[in-house]
């Protein structure tokens, strides 16, 4: 199969969840999956060779970020992502514009591009489309995303609007200005919780047709019902034979519920980021490991978890890590929390082959772990 081919394998009959392969330069994605996320060329506390073994497939990294530190010619000198940090699985870029317009304090954004000011020494910097384009083909990622504007929620309608025009004319510039053919461009579709705005930009995004489409500006402050009765429209009028990526989603059960309206292809920071503050998923739900009744548990951290940190260490010891500080605590826990959304994405990639995915879902909802999230 061709670099950027889409093979939907089968359906479930119940609901609309889908088991497929995309074909990237550094090999297939079996999707539905889910992808760590390594902001800076790095999975905190991760080992390239411990995410490959917990099943991970792709990693997730942050043009904004890399721009700013190394930069992006010292990534192509390096001769990419790839080798810069010793991962042989796909990589993924998000363009950096989610970051670059959450500091609206020094924003300043036209149809010819934004202009923003560098966190790290306050320095000013614009980008256009073709510039973000030429940036992340420096960066050298199997799939990297357009540049867009995501508006915050709650935004009024019309600012949507504009973010849904603006992001539709900027996604046929990138188009445009790509220049690498191992490298898979992404469309992004805006357009908030409102119905209209979301069919719009996905009438716009697929009369110019991409290799995938990602589900932008959703996780922004909005209530996950909202946001799953706004996505099943979109997950209808996209493509089929594309995948669809639901961007910044790391919610056990959201996840779950978007596979079955046809979502494929996830992230987010949530598993590593409450790892290090020391909360666990598990199948009892979210574990706060700072708590006394952990003192003297010495059972498993989940014992329904296959992974290194459930079948080795006890609760126990892990608050003991967690309480003291160590690095350890939050690099166990790391391994944890990712295991457990990569295997979950495992177990619904077998239920959808298996044609059962909705009683699947309906254990999961009924499960104690579906409750605390």
């Known amino acids: 199969m061709r670099t950027g ?45 411990r995410l490959r073994e917990l099943g991970a497939q792709t990693i997730l990294s942050n043009t904004y970020h890399l721009f700013l530190r190394p930069g ?7 001769g990419g992502l790839h080798s810069f940090m010793g991962w042989k699985g796909t990589v993924l870029t998000d363009s950096g ?22 966190i790290l020494d306050g320095t000013k910097h614009f980008w256009t489309p073709e510039d973000n384009v030429a940036i992340q083909e420096q960066l050298g990622a199997d799939i990297f995303m357009q540049l867009d504007q995501c508006p915050p929620y709650p935004a009024e309608k019309s600012r949507v609007a504009t973010a849904v025009r603006r992001s539709a004319k900027w996604a046929r510039r990138c188009e445009v200005a ?18 209209d705005l979301r069919e719009e930009s996905v009438e716009r995004l697929t009369e110019i047709g991409f290799p995938g489409y990602g589900i932008g500006g959703y996780s922004v402050g909005e209530p996950h019902e909202l946001m799953l009765e706004s996505l099943e429209p979109v997950c209808g009028l996209l493509p089929a034979d594309r995948p669809r990526y639901l961007m910044g989603v790391g919610n056990p059960t959201t996840i779950l519920r978007a596979v079955a309206l046809g979502v494929d292809m996830f992230d987010c920071v949530l598993p590593t980021r409450t790892a290090r503050l020391g909360t666990a998923f ?15 548990d010495l059972g498993p951290l989940d014992p329904e978890c296959s992974c290194p940190t459930c079948t080795t ?33 495992r177990r619904a990639r ?24």
């Open 5 to 49: 081919d889409f093979d939907l394998m089968t359906t479930d009959p119940g609901t609309s969840a889908r088991r497929g392969v995309l074909h990237t330069a550094h090999g297939d994605v079996h999707t539905p999956l889910f992808m760590p996320v390594g902001t800076r060329a790095t999975v905190k506390g991760m080992l390239p060779s």
């Open 72 to 78: 992006a010619d010292v990534v192509e000198a390096a």
């Open 97 to 118: 514009g989610f970051q670059v317009f959450s500091l609206a304090d020094t924003v300043k954004v036209t149809d010819d591009g934004v202009a923003f000011n560098s």
């Open 178 to 195: 790509r220049t690498r053919d191992d490298q898979l461009l992404f469309g992004i579709v805006q357009g908030g919780v409102f119905s």
């Open 282 to 296: 598990s199948s009892e739900g979210r574990l706060n490991l700072r708590n006394a009744r952990f003192t003297r």
């Open 313 to 345: 260490y006890s609760r126990s010891y892990l608050r003991h890590l967690v309480t003291t500080k160590e690095m350890l605590g939050a690099i166990l826990l790391t391994e944890h929390n990712l295991f457990y959304l990569l295997d979950l994405t």
């Open 350 to 373: 077998e239920a959808i082959e298996q044609h059962r995915y909705g009683a699947f879902l309906r254990h999961w909802l009924d499960s104690p772990a579906a409750a605390d999230y």
